[in-house]
């Protein structure tokens, strides 16, 4: 059960902080050598994604509240109506941001998850995180919300998370800075990029959870280790992704660079002598 928890910390830190849960959890899966590995581990990766999942809608509940009523009848009162039409452009935009991750993610399925085989390639994309947040880190901030992104700035973002899925690439870090790029305020870039991961995230548990169904895996985890699992994925994931929120705010996007810069040179150089 250590095992599950653990990895459920590790999910939970590394989905939202700009240090690539992808490139973290298959050298932890690896390191610990059981939990979540392989097909019989697939249930338990759905389940870390789910907890992370659960993190950011408590987080954004209220958004998240707004997005699901904006698509009922309008209100009686001027405040329902604006909140409504607010609600729907942000619900445009998400939609908009959510393509490039989608097309990306179901054409070369198969092609990228070769890369989580290539521990060398993982630590080259995550000097490539480490470029991303030290530009992000130099850029001047804009003063636009999320519901003004349009198409434009959404196509955008979601092309930087569509990048993302390359495994090292932050998810996170990647659509924060561009966010910020195409103009918007630092908050709500992070703002968008954590709505438009419950799509993504919950996507790629979707395609995931798939396999479940083909016959071919077999559960043999017990239930205490997958709820232990999903537990820890969902608190640390909720507690780590009020911590960017911070780090968003103060513009400390730097000390993530540093960490992946360093993680990444750390394990080329290990790899050399080894």
Excluded at 103 to 115: C, M, N, P, R
Excluded at 137 to 156: I, T, V, Y
Excluded at 166 to 184: D, K, Q
């Amino acid at each position: 059960m250590l095992d599950a928890i653990l990895l459920g910390i590790l999910q939970g830190l590394t989905e939202f902080l700009p240090i690539s849960s992808s490139g973290h959890l298959v050298l932890g899966q690896a390191l610990l050598g059981g939990a979540g590995h392989g097909e019989q581990g697939i249930l338990f990766e759905v389940l870390l994604h789910l907890g992370t999942l659960l993190a950011v809608v408590v987080s954004f509940r209220q958004d998240v509240a707004d997005l699901l009523t904006s698509c009922l009848p309008q209100g009686m009162t001027h405040q329902d109506v604006v909140v409504n039409r607010r609600s729907r452009r942000l619900l445009l935009a998400m939609v908009v941001a959510s393509l490039p991750a989608a097309i990306v993610g179901l054409s070369l399925k198969d092609a990228i998850e070769q890369l989580f085989t290539r521990p060398e390639t993982v630590a080259l994309f995550l000097l490539g995180t480490a470029l991303i947040l030290f530009v992000g880190s130099r850029l001047r901030p804009g003063q636009r919300m999320a519901e003004d992104a349009g198409w434009g700035r959404s196509l955008l973002v979601g092309t930087a998370q569509a990048f993302a899925i390359l495994p090292g690439i932050s998810r996170s870090g990647s659509t924060i800075v561009a966010g910020i790029a195409t103009g918007l305020r630092p908050v709500e870039a992070a703002r968008f990029s954590f709505l438009i991961s419950l799509p993504a995230v919950g996507g790629a548990a979707l395609l995931e959870a798939r396999e479940l169904f083909t016959g071919d895996a077999v559960i043999t985890m017990p239930a205490a280790w997958l709820l232990a699992g999903f537990l820890s994925s969902a608190i640390v994931g909720y507690l780590s992704l009020k911590w960017l929120l911070i780090a968003v705010r103060n513009r400390s996007l730097i000390w993530f660079s540093a960490y992946c810069a360093t993680a990444g040179l750390a394990f080329l150089v290990y790899r050399a002598l080894a």
